[in-house]
């Protein structure tokens, strides 16, 4: 067991987010030089607003994206998985139960990750939800991503 007082190093910052998590997680993506991102939600849509096109940011991006998502139902969902694994080569993986959002950021420098009740979506947006960002704690982000991987991955199944 790790105590908290190693996860919880002197560089690392908490906060609570409580307002548009989709818009605040494609924020950080936009200004980190990220080599990994990881996206974790039941439901994932495309957003209204440009600024919000996080295919075209994880593209200039060139970092590897993978998704954890529940197969699409929609059209919608399936032309926007068909997108994102052409523009940026996104590994997409599924699992009809599948109910955790988990979100992270991993760069050289840059470390985020969100853990909180926001699906990845332009309706989401507007719902209360709430969020934990921790930055700068490598050892956190990684194991959330091995959470991610040895966990959540397994249990999944490759999409397309």
Known sequence: MISSRRLLNLDTQ???????IPRQFTNLLRRSDPIAVY????W????????????????????AVRI????????????LLRNLMKQTKAQIFVARNLHAKVYVIEGPKEKYVILGSANFTEEARGN????????NNDLFMKRVIYSLLSYLRPLCRRWR
Request: aromatic residues 6%; proline residues 8%.
């Open 128 to 135: 209360i939800e709430i969020g934990l960002l921790v930055e």
């Open 44 to 63: 994932i849509s495309e957003f209204s607003e440009p600024s919000m096109d996080f295919v075209k940011i994880l593209k200039q991006k060139k970092a």
């Open 68 to 79: 954890f998502t529940r197969p699409p139902s929609k059209t919608e969902t399936v032309d």
């Open 39 to 42: 996206i974790c939600s039941p």
């Open 14 to 20: 908490v906060r609570i987010l409580k307002t548009d």
